[in-house]
């Protein structure tokens, strides 16, 4: 069964720092390229980050480059997400999404996604 499980969400301070953690199960996980995604309150699902299935390969949207760090562990079929010096702005519901093909990773093309971890960042 594709299963995509977030966590590590919470309420921070700006300036703080968050972990973000995507479990997948190993049928999904397996040779995929994975993607973080966030949806603020009554606006589109946007793209945060896209990493391939050696890790070689990240894309970042413009606004977390130099804050967000993307990455996989695929002995432990896991993605992480690390959000530093976060921002009011970055409150949203961040989703981790997997799709086998490593091409148009900003797009919402993914094949598989997760229920969503909601982030905070208070002022």
């Known amino acids: 069964q594709v299963q995509l499980v977030e966590s590590g969400g919470g309420l921070v301070q700006a300036g703080g720092s968050l972990r973000l953690s995507c479990v997948a199960s190993k049928r999904t996980f397996s040779g995929a390229a994975m993607g973080w995604f966030r949806q603020a309150p009554g606006k589109e699902r946007e793209f945060v980050a896209a990493?391939?299935?050696?890790?070689?390969?990240?894309t970042y949207t413009d606004s977390v480059k130099g804050r967000f760090t993307i990455s996989r562990d695929n002995t432990k079929n896991t993605m992480y997400l690390q959000m530093n010096s976060l921002k009011p702005e970055d409150t949203a519901v961040y989703y981790c999404?997997?799709?086998?093909?490593?091409?148009?990773?900003?797009?919402?093309?993914?094949?598989?996604w997760g229920q969503g971890t909601q982030v905070t960042v208070s002022s």
């Open positions: 990493i391939n299935w050696s890790g070689g390969s990240v």
């Open positions: 999404a997997a799709k086998s093909a490593w091409k148009n990773t900003g797009s919402k093309e993914y094949d598989y």
